[in-house]
């Protein structure tokens, strides 16, 4: 019989070793493994050794000692996240919902049991973890602690948070539900150092890469996401989400084929998923498969009847008409209640395209101004900001600040950018140059963006913050943008199309990195683009599009960038007019091939017959001949256009047959 010295000298050594686990897991292990043998004490050490990365030996103890005790939640959390770091995860799941039974209110064994559910059943996993208790996501107190821990991260801070909300820094759970909060709150960094400690104390557990390729998707790091997605890839049919997240980043990278397979996967582990049909009915649509996405974006519908993005879907295939049940059904869920403020706003856009194909152009103009500024109310625009960083860009890009940097940049010739307003006929433009043997058309490619960010950092200023870059900063940039559109390209083709629309405000910028890199300007004419931007529901990013006097306010802008870009650098950018490109297409297209330094080739000119994925708004408009169609439409709304013309000012004036 053990004397009481001897019990108090082992009871003092377990409370040393359980207040190591938290700091240094195999400390603790070290030291349990000297104790007598004990279910607590074996608890202690499975814990430890599934700490310290031993988890096939921790999973050994604690498999027993969880069957003995069918109530003891912690081991059946110990177990079921030994199992997961396993990447046994159905085994996790159920170890998990034992512990979760056991204490209703244990909540990081909810969350790490929700993160599980996530890989098969989003439904689920989201049920999961959207209880309100002590610990979870949406404790304030909880978020407050970690969002200060990740302000001033310190052993004070971190210990603050075991001892306060038992959370321990080398369990991969909790690190999870950290990285959780980091991105829920915009600490994106955070969110993936997080995810990233997490993984190099885990590399099997399946939650912290899924969520890692999911924060990498959101911040546009497509192939970085691809890259985490794929060791948790497995042919068993159940892995619906994962499936549905490949295809995801699959679209971005422009793997439009391969993604419609990996949605069309997705789809049979989660056959009444709208969300999922309406993206599959994207990557059809981008295919030219216009009669697979009417239907998928119709299931999408039948699943969620609400659904008012789908509806602007089917009207946003231009060339698609509505019958007039689909009318009928719009009208009446816009007349009820119980609509998001995007469900509704989508459905007015859609509405307004079914009255304008029957020619009720003021009722249709009318859902117009609806959807807008329901828009408008959810997305506050700041037009003077635009006003002040194109001033700002006019400034900083003089003679002087160009001619200083005189043999700076990436010497490569690949890129081809083109650039202007959406709604312009860019699309049209980058089809016909990818129907040349030597071009490829990567679409709207976020990089520039993402490098402008990058240099502006926390200044305010920029552009100007590119006049605190060394020399050699700009060829690195180059490199830079190189290297993050590689993963894209799926050909060997001299040159590649990026036509996202807005890279207009980085002509600067572009010019600096890439000198060598064409440029091209696509205008049309003032009042036919901003109504057919008015019209459009863009799902992000368009703000000044939400409002006719904003709108013409951002077109002046466009022109008065351009028209000093003319000036300061003369002959850099090339300008196409649609309306030309329209009345005179083979004199516009060997115009731009000259320009671009390529011979011309008749495949330009019969770019309709181009089989090659499109992802934008004009994806079926561009699989036919140049059509006349789309010049005049904006008459249509003209007794409607006055605080358009307003703030477009002489630019109203242009004649209708050039911008």
């Known amino acids: 019989m053990a004397r009481p010295d001897d019990q108090r000298d082992v009871a003092s050594r ?27 004490v074996r608890f202690l050490l499975g814990a430890a050794l599934r700490r310290s990365g031993e988890v096939a030996a921790a999973l050994e103890i604690l498999a027993p000692l969880a069957a003995a005790r069918p109530g003891a939640w912690g081991l059946h959390y110990e177990q079921g996240m030994a199992l997961a770091m396993l990447g046994r995860s159905d085994e996790a799941i159920a170890a998990l919902a034992r512990a979760t039974a056991a204490d209703p209110r244990a909540a990081l064994a909810w969350h790490a049991l929700g993160d599980l559910y996530g890989l098969v059943d989003p439904a689920r996993a989201m049920a999961t973890q959207a209880r309100l208790l002590p610990g979870s996501v949406g404790d304030a107190a909880l978020v407050a602690a970690v969002l200060a821990w990740i302000d001033a991260p310190g052993a004070a801070a971190g210990d603050a948070l075991r001892a306060r909300f038992g959370i321990d820094l080398n369990d991969p759970a909790a690190l999870r539900l950290l990285a959780d909060i980091a991105a829920r709150a915009g600490r994106d960094a955070a969110a993936e150092d997080l995810l990233a400690r997490a993984l190099t104390a885990a590399p099997l557990y399946a939650p912290a890469r899924f969520h890692r390729a999911i924060l990498f998707l959101r911040l546009e790091r497509f192939a970085e996401a691809l890259a985490e997605v794929e060791p948790i890839l497995t042919p068993d049919a159940a892995a619906g989400p994962v499936r549905a997240l490949r295809a995801g980043i699959l679209l971005h990278l422009g793997r439009e084929r391969d993604a419609a397979a990996e949605f069309a996967a997705a789809l049979v582990a989660l056959p009444d ?19 697979d996405a009417v239907a ?10 609400r659904f008012g993005e789908a509806y602007w879907s089917l009207a946003n295939l231009k060339t698609w008409r509505f019958a007039d049940d689909d009318i009928a059904a ?10 998001s403020v995007d469900d509704r706003a989508y459905l007015h856009f859609a509405l307004g ?6 020619a009720a152009y003021e009722l249709a103009f009318s859902q117009y101004e609806q959807a807008n500024a329901a828009r408008r109310a959810a997305t506050p625009y700041d037009a003077a900001a635009n006003t002040a960083f194109v001033q700002r860009s006019i400034a900083t890009y003089g003679p002087t600040f160009f ?19 959406p709604r312009s006929g860019s699309t049209l433009v980058e089809q016909i140059l990818a129907s040349h043997s030597q071009v490829e058309g990567l679409s709207e ?12 950092g926390s200044e305010r200023d920029y552009p100007h913050t590119l006049a605190r870059l060394p020399q050699a900063a700009f060829a690195d940039l180059g490199a830079a943008y190189l290297d993050r559109t590689r993963p894209r390209r799926a050909t060997d083709r001299a040159h590649f199309v990026d036509k996202f629309p807005g890279n207009f405000l980085h002509i600067g910028l572009i010019h600096l990195i890439l000198p060598k890199a064409r440029i091209i300007d696509v205008r049309r004419h003032p009042l036919a683009c901003c109504v057919s931007l008015f019209k459009q529901g863009f799902a992000a990013g ?4 939400y409002d006719l006097g904003d709108l013409g306010r951002y077109y002046a802008d466009y022109v008065a960038l351009m028209a000093h870009f003319d000036a300061v650098l003369p002959g850099r950018v090339h300008r196409v007019s649609y309306e030309a490109l329209v009345d005179a297409p083979e004199d516009e297209v060997r115009r731009l091939l000259d320009h671009v330094g390529l011979a011309f080739e008749p495949a330009c000119l019969s770019f309709f017959e181009n089989d090659r994925a499109v992802r934008t708004p004009s994806s079926e408009q561009v699989r036919r001949p140049i059509f006349r169609d789309g010049l005049d439409q904006w008459r249509h709304f003209d007794p409607w256009l006055g605080p358009l013309k307003s703030t477009l000012g002489a630019l109203a004036k242009v004649p209708a047959d050039r911008p």
Not at 296 to 305: D, G, V
Not at 330 to 339: E, F, N, S, V
Request: charged share 20%; proline share 5%.
């Open 14 to 40: 377990i409370a040393r070793a359980k207040a190591l686990l938290g700091v240094d897991p195999r400390a603790a292990a070290t030291l349990a493994r000297t104790l007598p043998s004990s279910l607590e």
């Open 273 to 291: 998923d709208a969300r999922l049909w309406h993206a599959y009915g994207h990557a059809l649509r981008s295919l030219g498969r216009q009669s």
């Open 296 to 305: 998928a974006y119709r299931r999408a519908i039948a699943l969620e009847p």
């Open 330 to 339: 719009m009208r009446a869920l816009l007349g009820g209640g119980d609509l």
């Open 353 to 358: 395209k079914a009255l304008e194909d029957a």
């Open 403 to 421: 001619a200083d940097r005189t043999g700076a940049g990436c010497r490569a010739r690949d890129p081809i950018f083109v650039l202007g307003l």
């Open 445 to 456: 490619l976020p990089d520039i963006t993402a490098l402008a960010a990058q240099v502006a």
């Open 542 to 545: 368009q703000g000044y599009s």
